[in-house]
């Protein structure tokens, strides 16, 4: 009898267990798997101003990975993956592909595991961007260093280039910025470029752009050519990475993967995309950025970074999303 009752609850343990764990699978809706593409020089979310760039046509790839996953794929195009999941509120995406710290910023918002899979080329065959601080062309700044008592207008915090970069760099040179949850900031880089040519003379002040965004401030005519003058450059970081989201199960992302690696075998493919050798792997730099905190207290808090294992920090870039103004007596030993 007590062997019998063993072996049955046994046995209901384990159909419990197999319950209560489902293997992940990647589903298809009748639309077909859903990719949403956030890349700010895609044709439907950038402008036709400048002949040759900003107009990557993403429906090429959907074709594309239709073919390769034997399952259709439709796109969605969107500044914010927020937005086009309130747009779409029962479809799940399987693959997102926009700038890294968008993508991050947005998937964690919505709670969704994020995985990078690729980055995609320019057509300098480079996979970062930078930050450029711009100010009028008659400022008297010829450098960061100058930047003393300016007015800085930052991109939205999501944005590492336009945010976390450029403060990074700032700071380097002693300039003493708001706390970043007073920092004013602009979410495309065409307003702080206008507006600090609207306030004039009558403002020291300086905007933060995205260098893709560069081109097509005076190619569309946002801005006259030599009315604003670049005095300091962000160091790099990384632009559009395709991520898969949790809703892609592990074979998936895998083939998802392989068909983004293999795509550089087609020339009509990487010319829709503007792109000189398509998705490439992520190599051994590709940097894990903690996303910035939005807090008021974030520039004034006088602990280390909790995550710091080794040389140089997790990324080995010496690179930290603040620094304290003074250290404490004594300090600390973490390793």
């Keep these: 009898m007590r062997f019998l009752t063993a072996v049955c609850l046994a046995t209901f343990i384990a159909a419990t267990a197999t319950a209560a764990e489902p293997a992940a699978t990647t589903k298809s809706t009748p639309d077909g798997l859903w990719m949403v593409v956030m890349d700010p020089l895609a044709l439907p979310l950038s402008c036709p101003c400048v002949e040759g760039y900003a107009q990557r046509n993403y429906e090429k790839l959907a074709e594309y990975l239709t073919e390769q996953l034997g399952q259709p794929v439709r796109v969605t195009f969107s500044e914010s993956l927020l937005t086009a999941q309130e747009k779409e509120p029962n479809a799940k995406p399987?693959?997102?592909i926009g700038k890294d710290s968008v993508v991050r910023h947005d998937t964690a918002k919505l709670k969704l595991e994020a995985t990078p899979l690729a980055q995609l080329t320019g057509k300098d065959g480079k996979t970062t961007m930078t930050g450029l601080i711009l100010v009028r062309s008659a400022d008297k700044a010829q450098h960061v260093s100058?930047?003393?008592?300016?007015r800085i207008l930052?991109?939205?915090a999501e944005c590492d280039e336009k945010f976390a970069a450029a403060r990074t760099l700032l700071e380097e040179f002693g300039i003493e910025l708001l706390t970043v949850g007073k920092s004013e900031?602009?979410?495309a880089c065409s307003d702080g470029a206008c507006k600090i040519i609207e306030w004039g003379d009558k403002e020291k002040a300086a905007a933060v752009i995205?260098?893709?965004a560069a081109p097509l401030l005076e190619g569309c005519g946002t801005v006259k050519k030599g009315d604003l003058r670049v005095v300091?450059?962000?160091a790099p970081v990384p632009f559009v990475t395709a991520f898969a989201t949790n809703h892609a199960d592990p074979e998936m992302q895998k083939k998802l993967q392989a068909?983004?690696?293999?795509m550089s075998g087609n020339p009509e493919l990487l010319e829709a995309l503007e792109t000189l050798l398509g998705f490439v792997p992520l190599d051994e730099?590709?940097?894990q950025p903690q996303p910035v905190k939005v807090t008021p207290s974030a520039t004034d808090q006088t602990s280390a970074p909790a995550e710091w294992p080794g040389w140089r920090g997790p990324t080995r870039d010496g690179r930290v999303a603040y620094l304290p103004r003074e250290l404490k007596a004594p300090p600390d030993i973490v390793w």
């Design 94 to 96: 399987f693959l997102v």
């Design 146 to 150: 100058d930047l003393k008592d300016y």
């Design 154 to 156: 930052f991109g939205n």
């Design 185 to 187: 900031t602009f979410a």
């Design 210 to 212: 995205s260098s893709y």
């Design 232 to 234: 300091g450059e962000t």
């Design 259 to 262: 068909a983004l690696h293999d």
């Design 285 to 287: 730099n590709y940097p």
